[in-house]
């Protein structure tokens, strides 16, 4: 069966930097496209980056260009998520999700991803 796990949250200070980790079991991450995405408390949920099908392109929001990267190890089935300089705004428990039905860009609308992950929750404070 198709799951996703997300790991490497935690409590880091504001220009700190984390990498998150999304490990796929039961599909090839490589074969779907893969978004990040994250929720506060009391907020919808909002597209953080993507990355297309056999790493065809990627998409950031606006709010995280220049300090979040992703990228996908094949060998090890995962993707990350690079977080430098951050924010306590970037405050959030974050989320990967496979979007099987999706092609070309990938996007960072909620509905095209049909698979997620059960979250790991990110704290930015000083």
């Known amino acids: 069966q198709l799951q996703l796990v997300e790991s490497g949250g935690g409590l880091v200070q504001p220009g700190g930097s984390l990498r998150l980790s999304c490990a796929a079991s039961g599909f090839t991450l490589d074969s779907y496209p893969i978004g990040w995405f994250r929720q506060a408390p009391g907020k919808e949920r909002e597209g953080v980056s993507c990355l297309s099908r056999r790493g065809g392109s990627t998409s950031y929001a606006d709010s995280v260009k220049g300090r979040f990267t992703i990228s996908r190890d094949n060998a090890k089935n995962t993707v990350y998520l690079q977080m430098n300089s951050l924010k306590p705004e970037d405050t959030a428990v974050y989320y990967c999700?496979?979007?099987?039905?999706?092609?070309?860009?990938?996007?960072?609308?909620?509905?095209?991803?049909?698979?997620w992950g059960q979250g790991t929750q990110v704290t930015v404070s000083s």
């Open positions: 999700a496979a979007a099987p039905r999706l092609f070309g860009a990938c996007v960072l609308t909620t509905a095209n991803y049909n698979y």
